[in-house]
């Protein structure tokens, strides 16, 4: 029954879409979106990382960098253009209007909610999963 059920769910395409972190759906979004920079493993080392003139970061090592704090706040803002890395002659894409379809209240580091959307919160889990 279980399983039936589960199966239903999965050919709906609902299972685990109310769910506020979806740490897989975050995988494949990353995969399709971020990995020809950043690297499967999120290690900076894309097939595009040769080409670009600022090298994409090791996103693995964003907790490392800041003081052993996943710094939930900055990658947000980076992701969804807020704080836009173009202007500071980066060749990173501004994501914001394309995850811009709903809204999830995420509690920053400092304790402070940063409204986002779901494709970006999970994003945020796959990530913080990936740190060293
Ligand atoms: C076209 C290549 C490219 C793609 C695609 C790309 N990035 Fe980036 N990303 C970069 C580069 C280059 C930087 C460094 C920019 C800088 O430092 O100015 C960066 C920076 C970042 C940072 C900031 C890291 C820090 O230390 O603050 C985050 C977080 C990030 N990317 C996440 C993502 C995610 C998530 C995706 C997919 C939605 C993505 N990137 C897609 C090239 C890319």
Do not use: W
């Not at 239903?8 to 995969?31: K, R, S, V």
């Amino acid at each position: 029954m279980k399983h039936l059920l589960a199966g239903i769910l999965a050919a709906l395409g609902l299972a685990g879409a109310a769910t506020a972190e979806d740490a897989q759906n975050g995988e494949a979004l990353f995969q399709s979106h971020c990995a020809v920079c950043h690297g499967l493993g999120a290690r900076g080392d894309g097939p595009m990382a040769t080409v670009l003139l600022i090298k994409p970061p090791d996103l693995t090592q964003l907790t490392a960098r800041n003081g052993g704090v996943y710094p939930i706040a900055r990658i947000v803002m980076r992701i969804d253009g807020r704080d836009p890395l173009v202007s500071h002659g980066s060749p990173m894409p501004v994501y914001g209007p394309f995850f811009d379809v709903d809204f999830v209240p995420l509690k920053a580091e400092t304790g402070q909610p940063i409204m986002t959307s779901t494709p970006v919160s999970d994003l945020l889990a796959y990530l913080r999963g990936v740190q060293e």
